[in-house]
């Protein structure tokens, strides 16, 4: 899966500069931008803003707040010299996610308080193609992006949305600019970066739509595999995700997760939820991992990482898992993680884990 970030940013950008360079000799100060109270010359500048504060978290790899700083606009700069500013900053961003490592993340507070290099890009194009919808429906310009910007923010940060008639429309929606036949408007939101679990010796990964697509396609999801990776269990949850996630009934938290070690970076195998906990508080894992990773401990350290987190929340109260009767070292993998066995049927046998008592 090749790492389009950087493209996708300057493709905004350079989209954003060419339609409001159409309108340069108008006054953005006297003008509201679309449905916000900010002027358009604000929007605007709140783009470059936004730019060089992605930009500055991930190349410096900030990892509990915003990096302390400000950017002003020198007194008297015109439209033209605030384009600038926003080719510059979208610029040094797109720069910055280039030449990011991909399993570096920084600070972003939503919702789980960091993002990735592709996280970052989709967060920084969702903030450019909503802000220059917003000032050129302010100054009545016609504006609709390429349909692979929107695309590539839905299926990096939006993936509690579900896919609607066409990109562009969808994303207005997500982000309360639009709307669509059959859905509710859309009042408040956030957009949603993947969730990572730490081990010792792991981080469990949430798989984005986007990389389940590409894994479900043979591709590598956008992670680094070793040899004999992704086992086709993992590419089957994947394309069960991505069922889920076409059906608007797929929930990023109980998704599927790769597993990668972090002394190397590499993806060892998947684990991760069939859906979400029943009204029982049920909810079943599933799992494996490459050939070459196997006998080393590492599902079992998943696994208890994983149940860890998930008796974190309220709505869990049981896990589950079915293990076919041949596979001793899936069964042994669940034993060691506290799991018991409480039947069986003509899928296997069948392995339960109650919330700990407080």
Not at 121 to 146: K, N
């Amino acid at each position: 899966m090749r790492a389009w970030g950087g493209t996708r940013v300057q493709e905004a950008v350079d989209g954003c500069v060419a339609v409001l360079r159409t309108a340069v000799d108008r006054d953005w100060e006297a003008v509201r931008a679309g449905r916000l109270e900010w002027s358009c010359h604000t929007t605007a500048f709140h783009i470059a803003e936004d730019l060089i504060a992605y930009a500055a978290n991930l190349a410096g790899r900030a990892q509990d707040a915003y990096v302390p700083f400000e950017i002003t606009l020198d007194e008297g700069t015109d439209n033209a010299g605030l384009l600038q500013v926003i080719e510059s900053t979208g610029a040094l961003f797109a720069a910055t996610i280039r030449t990011t490592p991909r399993e570096v993340r920084a600070f972003h507070p939503y919702p789980f308080r960091s993002a990735n290099r592709e996280g970052f890009a989709a967060m920084g194009i969702a903030e450019v193609l909503a802000h220059t919808h917003d000032i050129a429906e302010g100054l009545g310009l016609a504006y609709e992006p390429p349909a692979a910007l929107p695309e590539f923010v839905l299926t990096h940060i939006f993936p509690h949305v579900q896919p609607g008639p066409d990109h562009w429309r969808t994303f207005l929606w997500a982000t309360g600019r639009g709307d669509l036949p059959g859905r509710a408007p859309v009042t408040e939101w956030r957009w949603n970066n993947n969730l990572v679990i730490a081990t010792e010796r792991l981080t469990l990964q949430g798989i984005t739509p986007a990389s389940a697509h590409d894994l479900g396609m043979g591709g590598d999801g956008g992670f680094e595999w070793i040899e004999g990776g992704p086992f086709e269990g993992t590419r089957e949850a994947a394309g069960f995700m991505l069922k889920a996630y076409e059906g608007g009934v797929h929930r990023p938290e109980f998704g599927v997760f790769a597993l990668v070690r972090r002394e190397d970076g590499r993806a060892v195998g998947g684990m991760g939820f069939h859906g979400v906990p029943d009204e029982d508080g049920r909810a079943e894992i599933g799992y494996d991992l490459a050939e070459g990773a196997r006998g080393h401990g590492y599902a079992t350290e998943a696994l208890r990482a994983l149940s860890d987190w998930a008796f974190a929340r309220d709505d869990v109260h049981t896990l589950v898992a079915t293990i076919e009767r041949d596979n001793l070292p899936s069964q042994a993998v669940v034993t060691r993680a506290g799991f018991r066995r409480v039947g069986e049927d003509e899928e296997g046998l069948a392995y339960e884990l109650p919330r700990p008592a407080d």
